[in-house]
């Protein structure tokens, strides 16, 4: 079955940065496009961007442009999303989705919190 | 950006009545070369990741129950909880997968 598993827990001052993993399985990881999207304690959904297959395209929302980078592994199954120069607005609870093919997200990771504080 | 817009933010529905939600496009999401409406519905539960509802607007993803549908097209569209059951209380929310990704704000949908 296919399961999404994400890194632990984070905390950070501002102006720091934060790594995220996720960690596929049960399908064929280099065969999808992968998103990260970001729940704000209370707050809606905030979709941060999406990588193609192979790795080489990025799509990232103009508000995040500069300070996101999401990369993948392909020979250990794993999906990174790099976010810098962290303020208290991002802390959130951060998900990896994978891209059901015609752009809907139809598997989703368990969710990592990020806490930016100082 | 489209900017995805949902109608209300919270609505408290009694037992077996139905629900209704709305969400409305800053343009439209429905490609004309393959007549499809590129709208997805999300149920999100508390402590739970967002799962898959409805798809292309109104198709169901396997497993979800009928009383779940989806309707609309180009900018307004629609979910609708037929008989509102107590594990369908939840956050809802439309997704535009026609331009990058957007979501809507959140529906929350309660017991009266």
């Known amino acids: 079955q296919v399961q999404l598993v994400q890194s632990g827990a984070e905390v950070k001052k501002p102006g720091a940065s934060v790594k995220l993993s996720c960690k596929a399985s049960?399908?064929?990881?280099?065969?999808?496009?992968m998103h990260w999207v970001r729940q704000a304690p209370g707050q809606g959904l905030e979709w941060m961007g999406m990588?193609?297959?192979?790795?080489?395209?990025?799509t990232y929302p103009q508000k995040l442009q500069g300070r996101v980078t999401m990369t993948r592994d392909t020979s250990t199954r794993t999906l990174y999303m790099e976010l810098s120069s962290l303020r208290s607005e991002d802390t959130a609870v951060y998900y990896c989705a994978r891209d059901q093919g015609s752009g809907w997200l139809d598997y989703w990771g368990q969710g990592t919190l990020v806490t930016v504080s100082s | 950006d489209i900017v995805m817009t949902q109608s209300p933010d919270s609505l408290a529905v009694s037992l077996g009545e139905r629900a209704t939600i709305n969400c409305k496009s800053s343009q439209s999401v429905l490609y004309s070369s393959n007549n499809k409406n590129y709208l997805t519905w999300y149920q999100q539960k508390p402590g739970q990741p967002p799962k898959v509802l409805i798809y292309?607007?109104?198709t169901r993803e396997s497993g979800v129950p009928d009383r779940f549908s989806g309707s609309g097209s180009g900018t307004d569209f629609t979910l609708t909880i037929s008989s509102l059951q107590t594990e369908d209380v939840a956050i809802y929310y439309c997704?535009?997968?026609?331009?990058?990704?957007?979501f809507g704000q959140g529906t929350k949908v309660e017991i009266k």
């Open positions: 997704q535009q997968y026609y331009d990058g990704r957007t």
């Open positions: 049960g399908y064929t990881f280099s065969t999808y496009y």
């Open positions: 990588i193609n297959p192979s790795g080489d395209t990025t």
């Open positions: 292309w607007a109104s």
